[in-house]
C-alpha cells in the first residue's frame, strides 16, 4: 500500500463507509421511533443499492477517463447534500413539522439515491486501482483483501460510533453523518492528485456480466451478498423482538451485531487471509459454508450471544468470500478491462442489495422466519454452484479475450 493514491482512498473509504454504517444502523429504531413506514427502511436501502449497479461501471470508467479526483469530489458531494437532507428531515419529523409520509419520502431519497449514486462511485475506483497494481494472483488476492477490510473496519468503527451516540441520543448517529462524510471530502480534495487521461487506445473497455469469464464468479456471490444484505437490514428488527427492547434500547445491541459481522469479516481481509494463499476459488467455497452455517443460526438465535455469534460467521464469511470473487473475476480478464470488470464487480453485490433489503423487510413484517427461508434458498444455489462448476473448480481455464 505505498501509492499514496491508494493510501488516500482507503481513508475516504473509512469515513465515507463509517458514515454509512452510521446510517444503517440507526435507520430501523428511527423508523419505529418517527413513526414512519417500515418498508421504507428496506427501501431506502434497495434504491441506493440500485444506483450503485446502475452507476458502478460508469463511475469506474470515468475514473480513468476524468481522473479519479474528480470522481471522488462529485460523489461524495452528493453524499454531504445527502447527510444534510436525512438530517434535516429528522429534526423537522420529530418537531412535528413533516407528515411521515413526506418524512418517508425524503429519508428514502436522501439514504437511497443520493447515498446510493455518490458510494457507487469508491468501490470500483479503488478496485480499478488496486487491479492496475497487482498484477499475479497473490498479489492481487492480498490488494483486493485489504481493500475490502478497510470497508470492514470503517463499519465496525461506524458500529462503535454509532451504539455510543445512539446510547447518549437516538438522534446522534444521524447528525455525525455529515461531519464524517465533510472529512472525506476534504481528504480528496487536499490528498488525491490530479491525474491525466489516458491515452486514445488505452481507453478502458467495457465488460459484460454475461461474459463467460466473470458470470460463474458473479452467479456464486450472488447468494452470499443477498442473504448478507438480508441479515444487515433486519439487524435492527432482531435486536427488538428477539431481545424483547424499546426502539431507542435497541440501538446498542444493533451496532455491536453488526460490529460483530465486521470485525469478523475484517481480521479474515486483513490478518487472515493474505497469510492463508488459498486461491480465489477456495477462499469462495469455503466462504460460502461458512455462510450456510450463519444463516441457520441466526434463524433460531434466541438471544444476544447467539445473534453475535452468528453475525460473526457472516463476516468470517464475507471475508472469505468478497477478496475471492474480486480477485478471482479480475484475473480473468486483460488489463484495459480492469476498470470495466470492477465497475461490473460492484454492481453485482449491489443487485443483491436491490432485491435483499425491501424483501426482507416486507417478508419480516409478514413472518419473521421468512427472510431466512429465501436466503437459504438463493444460498443453497450458490453454495452448489460453488463447488460443481468447471471454471470455479479450476478445472477449466478461460483464455481472456485478445487486447
Known sequence: MSNPTLRALLVIVFFTYSAQNMLNVSIAPLARKLNLYSWAVGLAVSLAAVFVAMLSQFWSRRSLIWGRRRVLIIALTLAFIASLLFSG???????????????????????????????????????????????????????????????????????????????????????????????????????????????????PLKVSFLDPRILPWILAALGMFFTNGVAQIITGFLAQDRLHLAPEQAMAPTGFLLLASAAGAMIMQIVIVPRLGWTPDRLLRIGLNVSVLSLFGLALASNFWLLMLSYLGFGISMGLVSPGFNAGASLAVNKNELAGVAGVLSATGAISWIFGPVSATALYAWHPLSPFILSGVLLGASTILAWVHPVLRGSVKLRPKTE
Open 89 to 203: 428531515s429528522v429534526m423537522l419529523r420529530d418537531a412535528g413539522m413533516l407528515s411521515a409520509g413526506v418524512a418517508t419520502a425524503i429519508i428514502v431519497i436522501a439514504r437511497g439515491a443520493f447515498f446510493g449514486a455518490a458510494v457507487s462511485a469508491i468501490p470500483p475506483t479503488g478496485q480499478a486501482l488496486i487491479a492496475a497494481l497487482t498484477p499475479d494472483e497473490p498479489s492481487r488476492v492480498a490488494g483486493m483483501s485489504a481493500f475490502s477490510g478497510s470497508i470492514s473496519a470503517s463499519i465496525m468503527i461506524g458500529s462503535l460510533a454509532s451504539s455510543a451516540l445512539g446510547a447518549w441520543h437516538i438522534y446522534g448517529p444521524v447528525h455525525a453523518t455529515g461531519i464524517l462524510i465533510a472529512i472525506a471530502l476534504l481528504v480528496t480534495i487536499f490528498a488525491v492528485p490530479v491525474t491525466p487521461p489516458p491515452p486514445k487506445k488505452s481507453q
